[in-house]
């Protein structure tokens, strides 16, 4: 067990799941199982990892801190599937069972705070991850202080707060570097690129794409990997190198497919319909827009909603549907308003 959890912390998760399936669980079956869900979900199929946590906390019995480490990784994969509902309830669980234990308690407090920013409690979640921030600096956790950084950088973008999102990722990056904490630094370099992108700084934002996937070129982590396709293609696709842009959509649709994560399809087929609509392949687009529409609906992803309403609306109004084009912005500007976002404002997207 101890070889297996030596391959995760180096991220050979492949090698850590076939290291699994040839050793028999024996006594230890829940602390298999948990690392099972460890190996998947570091691999990015977090909907089969969370199977493995489930049964890993009924195998656990009174083992209170392995259904601790169980429900924290559910929180992590219920946030990164968009699931409001699961997120909140196993960070909420976590919460109240470290407070018991008297361990993981930064943890949990983390967990939570990222629940609450997925479900849009912006303020609450900027306070429980500045409050976390000091913490880790004093305590001198510099890949603590990355994943917070990252955290608030993604935050302040959705609050429209694009230079202190820059500053937080640009310090992610830095504390990241510090502990030589590599797939951290490739999600400040994603973070910091998306804002630069939104930002309007195509160069720069295609500079830290292009690190980004140097850094998990040689990893097993399929979702930065498809990360990676989908953000070097809309900075490409701002860019006007549409053909190349639509190729990477293509593979980063191929990758998130095979994850089964939805909610980032649905900012692929958002972006593939971008490119029809710049070609004038009005009749494709709008297949995109509703595929986005229907792969956002229900996950946690506002923005997304909003971008597809928008751009149907303005599809509509170049076909000559002007009453319809009327109304779908209508309901894109109440769906803006009603999750307090910026994204009607956004030039560059």
Known sequence: MEKIEKLLDDGEFSKALAALKRTSPGGGRARWLLLKGEALRGLGLFADALKEYALARKAAGRDGELVLEALLSEARCFRALGDEKGALSAASAARELAGKLEIY??????????????????????????????????AGDHSGAAFVL????????????????????????????????????????????????????????????????????????????????CGTANVLRQLGRLDEAYAGYERAHKLYSSLSDWADLGFVEWGMGEINKRNGHFSDALKNYRKAASLFKGRSEPRGEALTLLSLANLYYLTGQTASAERQHDVAMSHIRKHNLHTHLETFT
Do not use: H, N
């Open 105 to 138: 308690g930064q943890e949990a407090d983390l967990e939570w705070a990222l629940a609450l920013r997925l479900v849009g409690r912006l303020p609450e979640a900027a306070k429980g991850l500045e409050r976390l921030l000091k913490g880790y600096k004093k």
């Open 150 to 229: 990252w955290a608030l950088g993604g935050l302040y973008r959705l609050q429209g707060r694009y230079a202190d999102g820059i500053a937080a990722f640009e310090a992610s990056l830095k504390a990241a570097g510090r502990d030589k904490d590599e797939p951290a630094a490739g999600y400040a370099l994603f973070g910091l690129g998306g804002i630069l992108r939104v930002a309007g700084f195509m160069g720069r934002a295609l500079d830290c794409y292009v690190r980004a996937r140097k850094l998990f070129a040689g990893t097993d982590d399929a979702f930065a990997k498809a990360y990676a396709e």
